[in-house]
């Protein structure tokens, strides 16, 4: 066999690289139907064809003060539900962010390669500064220089991420851009990955608005570990118009949401719904998009009742994970550190 040959024969059977996808969600309490559709269930997607890590964010959660009873649990309760909804742990690699010391230490550094007058610019601190006026800590100005830590440590080539985050991506990449400059390449500039506008879940009371866990009006969004009974009452009280036709229109936010929830989880067109349900009024469109909200979750809060009972369990997924992460990010925050001058350890 002549080299040529066995040359492009050894080429072809190299397997392509899959592309590698970082992301990561707060441990908040609830998980909504809006973060669900959003955020989770395109991650459970994403994991057969791209190398993915994900993490629940639990360092960047203590901007606001919590109950160390209630973090806890809601740490754990964030990490079940997401294998619950299909993250797979021999798929991909699913870790707590606060057990990957390399996250904090790489945040540091990056401090130093960030200007205030850029983080000063970030219109998530500048909200939630007005708003929790009481606490303004220095965690939540550096936020943003911790989540570009998460990202550049797995070298990512896609963010998966909504809207309001475009903006800390765009930063992230400046840090990437900057620091790859002064000492050659050492970050991946990762792009960002953002799902199609109709993705977007909005507030049952307010259908003009997204639907938001922060919500103080808890009719406004559905958890996915609501009971179905909840769910119910909830889809019952929904805002909507006084047409009472079943269809997509200016001016019908409600039902256009309403319309938008019930094609997100049974996968039928808008004229798909618009036409099973001509001729019947609201209060019967709304008890079947529940009904269909609630088919939807059973399993996954089926799974999570498994899941949370099973500590043992879910300690074995988040350590191995957390090893494979440290790893992984040791070598980048390593080479990163070689280039400023750190003494090798
Ligand atoms: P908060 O109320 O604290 O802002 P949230 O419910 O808006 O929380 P985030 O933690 O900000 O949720 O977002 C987690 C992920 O879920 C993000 O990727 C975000 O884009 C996505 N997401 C949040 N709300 C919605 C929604 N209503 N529709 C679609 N995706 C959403
Ligand atoms: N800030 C994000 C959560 C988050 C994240 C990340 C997302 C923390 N680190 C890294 C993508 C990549 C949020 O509040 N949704």
């Known amino acids: 066999m002549s080299e040529e040959i066995k040359n492009s024969e050894a080429q072809g059977a190299q397997p392509e690289r899959k592309k590698r996808i970082f992301s990561a969600i707060q441990p908040s309490g609830t998980i909504t139907l809006g973060n669900y559709v959003g955020a989770l269930r395109n991650w459970v997607k994403l994991q057969d064809d791209y190398d993915c890590i994900f993490a629940v964010a639990d360092l960047h959660a203590i901007t606001v003060r919590q109950d160390p009873k209630a973090f806890r649990r809601n740490i754990l309760e964030a990490y079940a539900l997401f294998l619950a909804?299909?993250?797979?742990?021999?798929?991909?690699?699913?870790?707590?962010?606060?057990?990957?010391?390399?996250?904090?230490?790489?945040?540091?550094?990056?401090?130093?390669?960030?200007?205030?007058?850029?983080?000063?610019?970030?219109?998530?601190?500048?909200?939630?500064?007005?708003?929790?006026?009481?606490?303004?800590?220095?965690?939540?100005?550096?936020y943003p220089t911790l989540m570009a830590a998460d990202i550049l440590l797995y070298q990512a080539d896609l963010v998966p991420i909504g809207a309001d985050q475009k903006q800390h991506l765009e930063l992230a990449r400046n840090i990437a851009d900057r620091f790859n400059g002064i000492y050659g390449r050492t970050f991946t500039v990762p792009d960002g990955y953002i799902p199609k506008v109709g993705a977007?879940?909005?507030?049952?009371?307010?259908?003009?608005?997204?639907?938001?866990?922060?919500?103080?009006?808890?009719?406004?969004?559905?958890?996915?570990?609501?009971?179905?009974?909840?769910?119910?009452?909830?889809?019952?009280?929904?805002?909507?118009?006084?047409?009472?036709?079943?269809?997509?229109?200016?001016?019908?936010?409600?039902?256009?949401?309403?319309?938008?929830?019930?094609?997100?989880?049974?996968?039928?067109?808008?004229?798909?719904?618009?036409?099973?349900?001509?001729?019947?009024?609201?209060?019967?469109?709304?008890?079947?998009?529940?009904?269909?909200?609630?088919?939807?979750?059973?399993?996954?809060q089926e799974r999570f009742d498994k899941l949370i009972a099973d500590k043992a369990y879910l300690e074995e997924q988040y350590r191995r994970s957390a090893e494979l992460a440290t790893k992984i990010s040791q070598r980048t925050l390593d080479k990163a550190m070689k280039k400023i001058g750190y003494v090798a350890r």
Request: negative net charge; proline residues 2%; glycine residues 6%.
């Open 85 to 142: 909804c299909g993250i797979d742990t021999e798929k991909s690699i699913f870790f707590l962010q606060s057990h990957v010391h390399t996250h904090a230490e790489l945040a540091w550094l990056l401090n130093c390669y960030t200007q205030f007058g850029e983080l000063s610019r970030m219109t998530q601190f500048k909200d939630k500064s007005t708003k929790h006026a009481d606490n303004v800590n220095a965690g939540l100005f550096t």
């Open 200 to 300: 977007r879940i909005k507030s049952l009371q307010d259908p003009t608005k997204k639907m938001s866990k922060s919500d103080e009006n808890a009719n406004a969004w559905v958890a996915i570990l609501d009971k179905p009974e909840t769910i119910m009452k909830k889809f019952k009280r929904a805002v909507t118009d006084s047409e009472a036709k079943v269809c997509v229109g200016e001016g019908k936010d409600g039902i256009n949401n309403l319309i938008g929830i019930m094609s997100a989880v049974t996968g039928k067109t808008d004229e798909q719904i618009t036409a099973e349900f001509e001729g019947k009024g609201y209060g019967d469109f709304k008890v079947a998009v529940a009904e269909a909200v609630i088919e939807e979750v059973r399993p996954i």
